[in-house]
């Protein structure tokens, strides 16, 4: 079972992948100001019990965290150590997150290698933002390792950090609106080169604009993950 665990609300933009961030987008529809962030009402989400005493996510959950934040905002330090103590307390389960902010991972997990069932992703959209972030982030003390680059805004060279320990890429590209566009040439580079490394490789969704060979498709929101899913099938 995979259970969206959003124990803080609201984050700030960090780099141009956050240009159209859904967070904002959301909130902004609900005359919400994305940029305040606050502990949510689901914060003990994973140690809630039923009335028999037993854990309401049952062991082998996946708790899917800060879907609508980053877990490594600033104003979450106050928080974050009574989460890492339920991913602790519940190390029957899973927890995944993904950040842009792999800076500051060590600065608040100190004891990052202890935790054997917390998974961080880190995400780069465009060059100067993955030459920036995977030096940091390929030097971390992590079991397991997986790069997003979502919303891939960019023709990406990464051939000089294949040598590193990197379990998957996947690729992906925006959604919404103003959605930028995706060219699906970037993204079978990408996958060739984990081929060629042997590093596993998934196309998450294609975006709202995927070009292809030089024809720009406008992709609705509900084809997106399941087009990029049949765009490999060879
Ligand atoms: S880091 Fe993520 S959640 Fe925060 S503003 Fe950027 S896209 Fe939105």
Redesign the pocket.
């Known amino acids: 079972m995979e259970i969206t665990y959003n124990c803080w609300h609201g ?5 141009e ?2 240009l159209n ?4 987008r959301r909130d902004e529809a609900i005359g919400k100001n ?1 940029n305040e962030v606050y502990k949510t009402s689901f914060f003990d989400l994973p140690i809630r019990k039923d009335k028999k005493g037993n854990y309401k996510y049952k062991s082998g959950t996946t708790f899917d965290m800060c879907f ?3 877990f490594f ?1 600033e104003e979450a330090d106050v928080w974050r150590q009574d989460v890492l103590n339920f991913i602790k307390i519940r190390n029957d389960c899973k927890f995944m997150c993904i950040t ?1 902010r792999p800076e500051r991972i060590l600065e608040c997990i100190p004891d990052i290698e202890t935790y054997d069932n917390l998974v961080i992703y880190c995400t780069m959209e465009n060059q100067k933002r993955f030459d920036e972030r995977a030096p940091i982030y390929l030097n971390l003390p992590l079991k397991y390792k997986g790069i997003m680059i979502e919303p891939m805004l960019e023709r990406i060279d990464i051939t000089k950090y294949l040598d590193k320990d990197i379990d998957i890429i996947a690729c992906g590209g925006e959604s919404g609106d103003n959605a930028r566009v995706l060219d699906f040439n970037w993204v079978k580079e990408i996958r060739q080169l984990c081929i060629k490394k042997g590093i596993n490789f998934y196309f998450h969704q294609t975006g709202a604009k995927l070009l292809i060979d030089g024809k720009l498709y406008n992709i609705p929101r509900k084809f997106q993950h399941s087009q990029a899913k049949k765009a490999f099938k060879d």
């Open positions: 984050c700030h933009k960090k780099s992948g956050c961030c859904y967070v904002y994305a609508s934040s980053d905002i842009k």
